[in-house]
């Protein structure tokens, strides 16, 4: 049956991506051990709409960096015990958290200090006081550039969810942090079931709205510390943190259940439902990023192989 590419209704309720103003798509991450000034910039951030997590001390703020994916971080240079000069290091060794804006917050209006900062890779260098409305300002300008960055850098064009080059630095840096840390972490693949069939019933561009439509329910159905990638054409990628291979597997469960039920794009006013395959493992101690994403795989393969419409661990 052939369905004319015209003719096709994207599902309104699914796939309607209202854009919010940019600053309520900023994370911020703020670091200063004045805690006056700290919950001052919070309340302050916040009302304008910005998302604000806030440290007081370089350790503090390590951990959030492994766990959240920031926008913009506000780095207080005179901390204790650590200086702010501390972190600098962390970032610039991190593919991907070498590229979030840095506004470094200084009670120094020094040459030296403001050349040094710079020079190792901060992008703003703001003295105290300063004006709220300036800062604000500043951050705002990083975060037009950052997004538009992340964009083309970081993102896959057509789904919007992260690209395979994002993933695969991402997944290395958590390979470092997982051994110091005794959390659960897992990895999860998934392959929709007969794509081709749906591009050759359909045409392409449903196919692609399909993709699109998945990615935006996936994103919908996971924890903002989930990380969601495009791996390859119809595969995605999902890294949870502190979740078990059990859990995992629960949430992927849960997410096949609705998408085999929940129309992702409608076809003269029929809605195409998908199932897909997942499979689903969990770091050990000692397993190579590419001995897990191929137990990923592996399992995957194997619900494919047991009829696929499932998930497998
Ligand atoms: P299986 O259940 O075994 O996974 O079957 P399948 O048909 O999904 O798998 P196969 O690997 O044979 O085909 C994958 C198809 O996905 C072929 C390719 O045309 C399609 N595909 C890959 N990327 C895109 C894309 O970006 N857009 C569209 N529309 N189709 C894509
Ligand atoms: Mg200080
Ligand atoms: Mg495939
Ligand atoms: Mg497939």
């Given amino acids: 049956q052939e369905v004319c590419a015209k003719e096709i209704e994207v599902d309104e309720l699914d796939l309607q991506t209202v854009q919010a103003p940019l600053a309520m798509q900023g994370r911020l991450l703020l670091i200063d051990d004045d805690d ?7 309340k302050q951030l916040e009302l304008a709409g910005y998302r604000i997590d806030d440290a007081s001390d370089v350790e503090t703020a390590k951990a959030k960096l492994r766990e959240s994916a920031y926008d913009v971080i506000l780095l207080d240079l005179m901390m204790y015990p650590q200086s702010g000069y501390e972190l600098f290091d962390f970032l610039k060794e991190d593919p991907t958290l070498k590229w979030i804006p840095l506004v470094v917050l200084s009670g120094r209006d020094d040459l030296d200090d403001k050349v040094r900062c710079l020079r190792l890779g901060a992008d703003d ?20 550039r950052s997004k538009q960055f992340e964009q083309m850098a970081f993102r896959d064009a057509l789904t919007g969810v992260y690209n395979r080059r994002y993933f695969d ?3 290395q840096m958590v390979l470092q942090w997982v051994q110091q840390d005794d959390k659960p972490i897992s990895l999860a693949f998934l392959d929709i079931d007969r794509f081709k069939s749906i591009n050759d019933t359909y045409g392409h561009q449903v196919g692609d709205m399909v993709l699109q439509g998945l990615g935006h329910l996936l994103q919908q159905n996971l924890r903002t510390t989930d990380l969601l990638a495009r791996y390859g054409g119809e595969e995605l990628v999902i890294l949870f943190q502190d ?7 629960i ?24 199932t897909f395959s997942a499979g689903v493992a969990q770091w050990q101690p000692g397993l190579t990023e590419k001995r897990w994403i191929a137990m990923a795989d592996d399992a995957m393969y194997r619900a494919k192989q047991a009829g696929r419409d499932r998930v497998v661990v």
């Fill in 251 to 274: 949430v992927m469960h849960r997410i096949l259940e609705k998408v085999r039920v929940q129309p992702l794009v409608r076809a003269e006013g029929q809605g195409t439902c998908i």
């Fill in 36 to 42: 006056l000034l700290r919950s001052y910039l919070v």
């Fill in 243 to 249: 979740t078990t291979a059990e859990q995992a597997a």
């Fill in 169 to 171: 630095h991402h997944l």
């Fill in 125 to 144: 260098y703001v003295t105290k006081p300063f004006e709220y409305e300036e800062l604000e300002a500043r951050i705002f300008s990083l975060l037009k």
